[in-house]
């Protein structure tokens, strides 16, 4: 593996000057966020861990969102796009994921203008300045970030103005445990491990057929993925579903009938039918501890309030929810909650114990800010572990942090947005199916899940949340 750096250092006293913007992720966030920059003549690279923009959305895009495209579209992106000619979906309409990537990311991303900024296979394994670890402060302001990067077999280094990284969450799950960590058992208990939102009905389907399934988790990609087990169920016998959650209640998924996201509102009431009728069995207060291989089925030990708890299944969806990838900043100075893993400033918004997606109050580069200047987490990775996001609300984060950059500082910080009311947050399943939110399940943005403390609400600490 070889290294280069694909920038030399600068010798002038303006080691910042023709230095791009760097952007974490082709997600939706991500190419928002480049659509607004280059609207204000900024110049722009995104670095994206898949093949393609939108690579984590398609990993879920059997998945139907509970917002209509009106909600899902960017207005900087919205005018790159229309500048082309570009046909807009129908407004009203609930796309699945798989089509918010084919009729609206990778138009997006194929503009004239992105699509020259756009560096696939590149997956930003680090960020620090040129030269300076995180411990070194002189001058550190008009030292250029440095992002290290693994693409196609080698590892490089390139050097931005500025960071904004939208890499989102869902590369990297919440444990199954409920302590946190890894469960402890035998290394084969891991075969028997499911991604959250499996297609179940789809590409999938033979993996859980007439199989004994456990879902893990209170949100409702736990949920989404119960109401399209109890479909395979009836037409393929066999198929027995449990869900276990960690709190004594499942009310962040039965949710709330005033709900303005109409399809999400439904989601609730065909859970909770299902297991009134015995079609799921619920295993509420079930604190996971181990999984092992046992005579080719996977042995789950818990802990059910003070008595110990089993069940043998053959397959484990780990719907628990996603957390931030952090390893990657440990070079730059941010400032985090200590509980939701958010921006420290913001994180008082978004507390899934007093917020919904609703309920957050507008924000922007204010709240987004870190100590090290110039430095921004964006979308679903800056709600940390809360579940609340929408992609509406990250759109707005970036046209902030956009005004910022281009030294619009009186715009940034004048923050509007209205957000659909709820009770809950997260992936829905309406007529046409599941969904999610408004996306960033993760490496671009995405969907998740994650709460981090709802023991004194009854809530699952690591219910599932809304899209990115």
């Not at 990297?172 to 890894?182: E, F, I, Y």
């Not at 943005?445 to 990115?468: F, L, Q, R, V, Y």
């Amino acid at each position: 593996m070889t290294m280069t750096l694909t920038v030399p250092p600068r010798a002038t006293e303006d080691r910042l000057t023709g230095l791009p913007v760097a952007i974490i992720g082709a997600g939706p966030i991500g190419l928002a966020a480049a659509a607004q920059l280059l609207e204000r003549g900024i110049k722009v690279v995104v670095y994206e861990a898949g093949d393609h923009a939108g690579a984590a959305v398609t990993q879920w895009g059997h998945t139907r969102l509970f917002t209509p495209w009106e909600h899902l579209i960017d207005p900087a992106a919205r005018r790159l796009l229309d500048a082309g000619g570009w046909v807009s979906p129908v407004s009203d309409e609930l796309p699945l994921g798989s089509q918010l990537v084919r009729d609206y990311l990778a138009p997006l991303a194929a503009t004239t203008e992105l699509a020259p900024r756009i560096r696939y296979r590149s997956r930003v394994t680090a960020v620090s300045r040129e030269g300076m670890d995180r411990t070194r402060s002189t001058g550190r302001a008009s030292t250029p970030f440095l992002l290290r990067i693994q693409s196609t077999g080698e590892t490089i280094d390139v050097l931005a103005r500025a960071v904004i990284d939208t890499s989102g969450t869902y590369s990297t799950p919440n444990s199954l445990a409920s302590s946190g960590l890894d469960p402890l058992g035998s290394s084969g208990g891991g075969a028997f491990v499911s991604h959250a939102l499996p297609d179940v009905l789809g590409a999938e389907r033979a993996r859980f057929a007439g199989r004994r399934v456990l879902v893990v988790g209170a949100g409702h990609s736990a949920a989404n993925t119960l109401l399209k087990l109890a479909e395979l169920a009836t037409e393929e016998p066999g198929t027995d579903i449990t869900w276990a959650i960690r709190g004594a209640d499942p009310v962040r998924v039965y949710g709330s009938d005033g709900d303005e996201l109409e399809e999400r509102g439904k989601l609730g009431g065909r859970v909770h039918e299902l297991v009134r009728s015995g079609a799921v069995t619920l295993l509420d207060r079930f604190e996971i501890e181990r999984l092992d291989e046992s005579e080719g089925a996977c042995a789950v030990t818990a802990r059910r309030g003070a008595a110990p708890a089993s069940v043998t299944v053959d397959v484990v969806v780990n719907a628990t929810g996603f957390r931030p990838d952090l390893d990657m900043l440990r070079e730059v100075r941010v400032s985090l909650d200590e509980i939701v893993e958010a921006p420290r400033a913001l994180a008082p918004l978004i507390d899934p114990n007093l917020h919904s997606c609703g309920t957050v109050e507008p924000h922007g580069v204010a709240e987004l800010a870190h100590p090290e200047s110039n430095f921004f987490i964006a979308g679903m990775k800056s709600y940390g572990r809360a579940p609340t996001f929408l992609l509406l609300t990250g759109y707005e984060q970036v046209r902030s942090i956009a005004d910022e950059l281009a030294g619009n500082h009186a715009a940034a910080r004048q923050v509007q947005l209205v957000l659909p009311q709820t009770g809950v947050c997260s992936t829905d399943l309406g007529s046409g199916g599941a969904g999610c939110c408004a996306v960033e399940p993760a490496t671009s943005e995405t969907m998740w899940e994650a709460n981090s403390s709802a023991e004194t609400t009854g809530a699952d600490p690591k219910s599932s949340g809304c899209c990115a």
